[in-house]
């Protein structure tokens, strides 16, 4: 059974639109846990059983299910098939976000992994052939290219950018490939550059004699991550990093 969260009221735990497919013994996606969900897979497994008819439900959060939450819960169920099998997984797929990430250190790994269940699809690029590793999680395209700053032109446009390459050099040449694409283009709405205050301030100093305006080198984010994490370990930077992506919308 597909179970569609198909309106809301009020504080609930997912919104519409939300999705999860329910077996006999298992299921995938979730509507929001607790005693909803609860609720929701019994239904759905006595709708699979023929033990009920009722393809939609309605909850009201507080008095019915005892949740804090108070809002009401519409609930839709479709029995689904095999070759629904392409259409469903669609459905339960989110919209994933394009984004590239220069540099395959160890900061680049973790991100990789981070990101591996969050909406993106990265494009992993490096101008070291050898620097992937062999378990790359789904979703991550990895790439070589030299000069790496090349595979800034054929990004896909409304792509998030992370630089963070084993060199400075590098780094500010991707900065630039990106700043020139913003000017003609401006379809980058993210770019951010891993570092300190220091090297960003050398970085404004070599942009402007480039002849990049303040406005467009307030384009680019130095240092990355969200403030107030403060650990230097490669996992520590990855998660600041991936929150301040989400907090992008």
């Not at 099998?85 to 590239?100: E, K």
């Not at 570092?195 to 070599?206: C, E, L, M, P, Q």
């Amino acid at each position: 059974m597909l179970v569609t969260v198909l309106a809301v009221q009020g504080s609930v735990p997912r919104g519409e639109g939300t999705r999860m497919l329910v077996f006999a013994d298992c299921f995938a996606g979730t509507i929001g846990g607790g005693h909803l969900e609860y609720q929701a897979l019994a239904h759905a497994r006595a709708l699979l059983a023929g033990q009920t008819e009722a393809l939609h439900i309605r909850h009201v959060l507080g008095p019915s299910l005892g949740q804090c939450c108070g809002g009401t819960v519409e609930l839709g169920f479709e029995r689904v098939v095999a070759t629904d099998a392409s259409r469903v997984q669609a459905m339960l797929q989110p919209p994933r976000q394009p984004l590239a990430l220069f540099g395959g250190g160890h900061v680049g790994r973790a991100l990789v992994q981070t990101l591996a269940p969050l909406p993106f699809v990265v494009r992993w690029i490096d101008s070291r052939d050898e620097i992937f590793p062999t378990d790359v999680p789904e979703d991550v395209e990895c790439e070589h290219s030299s000069p790496v700053q090349a595979a800034v032109t054929d990004l896909a446009p409304g792509s998030r950018v992370l630089i963070m390459s084993f060199s400075h050099a590098e780094d500010l040449d991707i900065v630039i490939a990106c700043l020139r694409r913003i000017r003609e283009h401006d379809d980058l709405p993210f770019v951010g550059l891993i570092g300190s205050k220091t090297k960003w301030a050398s970085f404004r100093h070599r942009l402007q004699e480039r002849g990049f305006g303040a406005a467009e080198i307030e384009r680019i984010t130095c240092p990355i991550g969200v403030p107030g994490i403060t650990g230097k370990e490669p996992e520590v930077i990855a998660v600041a990093v991936a929150a301040q992506l989400l907090q992008l919308g």
